[in-house]
T-cell receptor
Framework: GENVEQHPSTLSVQEGDSAVIKCTYS??????FPWYKQELGKGPQLIID?????GEKKDQRIAVTLNKTAKHFSLHITETQPEDSAVYFC??????????FGTGTRLTIIP | GAVVSQHPSWVICKSGTSVKIECRSL??????MFWYRQFPKQSLMLMAT?????????EQGVEKDKFLINHASLTLSTLTVTSAHPEDSSFYIC??????????????FGPGTRLTVL
């Protein structure tokens, strides 16, 4: 089946440190892997994504790495700031038009 | 970037009434939109896929007669919660899928609609 696991469920890091969130998926046919940031009471915002023909993508303080052999991908946030505090969701496109979401990670940046 | 709006942002209604939520893609055309429901501290749960000019495709366990979806144009999809009950209270979020160009297959989300049924 189409399954996405996300860890950890909560993460607290000191401001300035790095945060890493990992997702694993079940189907090797997956080809699109976005990460979303959701602030309280708002809709998810796409922050970075990666496609299956690329191993790593970076956008300023945010990076995503993809290991297709192991079927996992990770979000890396460096030099964390208080405004990075939010819930982060990974998602996977299993070869169709729909996205399957992970269970979410509540990230808290400690000033 | 692609912008998706939702209206209303919040609504309170009495049990038994119907509520319509609109989802618009503001700067691109979307043949496919999605409707999600999110309960507190939970992930997004896909309810249905809205296809322009055709019937929506509902996920297993979602009642199509209760959650009516209409995708009448390339920029507008509506979700109507019919005969709402307190257990329908939730955060409803739509997304629109990009089907061409560099952003192919990306989904952009609306800001959500908080529905409270009394």
């Amino acid at each position: 089946g189409e399954n996405v696991e996300q860890h950890p469920s909560t993460l607290s890091v000191q401001e300035g440190d790095s945060a890493v969130i990992k997702c694993t998926y079940s189907d090797s046919a997956s080809n699109y892997f976005p990460w979303y940031k959701q602030e309280l009471g708002k809709g998810p915002q796409l922050i970075i994504d990666i496609r299956s023909n690329v191993g790593e993508k970076k956008d300023q303080r945010i990076a995503v790495t993809l290991n297709k052999t192991a079927k996992h991908f990770s979000l890396h946030i460096t030099e964390t700031q208080p405004e990075d505090s939010a819930v982060y969701f990974c998602a996977v496109n299993f070869g169709n038009e729909k996205l399957t979401f992970g269970t979410g990670t509540r990230l808290t940046i400690i000033p | 970037g692609a912008v998706v709006s939702q209206h209303p942002s919040w609504v309170i209604c009495k049990s038994g009434t119907s509520v319509k939520i609109e989802c618009r893609s503001l700067d691109f055309q979307a043949t496919t939109m999605f409707w999600y429901r999110q309960f507190p501290k939970q992930s997004l749960m896909l309810m249905a896929t809205s296809n322009e000019g055709s019937k929506a495709t509902y996920e297993q366990g979602v009642e199509k007669d209760k959650f009516l979806i209409n995708h009448a144009s390339l920029t507008l999809s509506t979700l109507t919660v019919t005969s709402a009950h307190p257990e329908d209270s939730s955060f409803y979020i739509c997304s629109a899928r990009v089907t061409s160009g560099r952003s192919y297959n990306e989904q952009f989300f609306g800001p959500g609609t908080r529905l409270t049924v009394l």
